[in-house]
């Protein structure tokens, strides 16, 4: 397969941005229509949530990634779709949205959550808001090979 | 979706299949007592016309009321200690109540927020 083009470094207000699925539970509820909230809530202390810029290649090419992402994960998971969310929705309520291309993933960016990056227990609830919000801007698109 | 108590027998029935996804993803349990909260507080909402989904959330049950044409939503969070959370996400902003209790819900700050969502259409 070859390469799409590299991604601007700025991302822009148009663009799609796709948060990775591999749990049976939130594939099988986002096909119902509803995104799980947690499928934005990263319960580990950290403050960004890692999600793919889209739009800048083939979703062949996104799906690829994406898959070989979740089968280095534990448990040798499946990808099963993305929740894209709209980069303007993405940078509301106080998060902003940086590209941070990875070795593996030239299209990889952050939503950063004004929260602090070392905790869990005490901005769990403030976490699960953002979550909630993202979800509802977001909608699912499956897996091409599903 | 289906108006009214139609919804009630899909979201039991949803609540039942927690244990495949809990197997499924390697999911932490839920304990019975959240289970029971969950299940009587979908009989309580049930005349709502906004049908639910139903899902397992670290250890503790969701409720996700979702709005069908609008970005908004009611998020009633059950655990097994008794404890619950609401949070609605309406018109742009964010509320939160937290509740020791879970058996105080669904109060008055739930049903405003569900009139709200329904309203959204």
């Not at chain 1, 976490?127 to 499956?142: C, I, V, Y």
């Not at chain 2, 700050?109 to 959204?120: A, I, P, R, S």
Request: charged share 30%; aromatic share 6%; net charge negative.
């Amino acid at each position: 397969m070859t390469p799409s083009a590299p991604a601007p470094d700025e991302v822009g207000r148009d663009e799609d941005l796709g948060r990775s699925v591999a749990k049976t539970l939130w594939a099988d509820k986002a096909q119902r229509g509803v995104i799980s909230r947690d499928v934005f809530v990263d319960t580990r202390p950290t403050n960004v949530l890692s999600v793919d810029r889209v739009d800048h290649a083939t979703r062949d090419e996104m799906a690829q990634i994406a898959g070989e992402r979740e089968a280095r994960r534990e448990g040798n998971r499946r990808f099963r779709g993305w929740a894209l969310v709209g980069s303007v929705s993405a940078g509301r309520s106080g998060r902003t949205v940086t590209p941070t291309p990875q070795p593996d993933n030239p299209y990889h960016a952050d939503i950063r959550l004004p929260v602090p990056a070392d905790a869990w227990e005490e901005v769990k609830q403030e976490k699960r808001a953002h979550g909630q919000e993202l979800a509802d801007f977001a909608r699912w698109e499956s897996a091409p090979q599903e | 979706m289906e108006a009214g108590h139609a919804w009630l027998a899909d979201a039991i029935a949803e609540l039942g299949r927690i244990d495949h996804y809990i197997r499924a993803d390697g999911l932490p349990d839920v304990g019975r007592r959240a289970r029971a909260e969950t299940r009587r507080l979908l009989e309580d909402l049930s005349p709502q016309p906004i049908a639910p989904v139903v899902y397992p959330s670290e250890g503790n049950l969701v409720i996700h009321f979702k709005a069908p044409s609008a970005p908004a939503s009611l998020v009633i969070e059950v655990s097994d200690d008794g404890r619950a959370v609401c949070h609605a996400h309406l018109n742009g902003k964010s509320r939160r109540a937290s509740y020791d209790a879970s058996t105080d819900l669904p109060d008055a700050f739930v049903l405003e927020q569900m009139h709200e969502l329904t309203n959204l259409g």
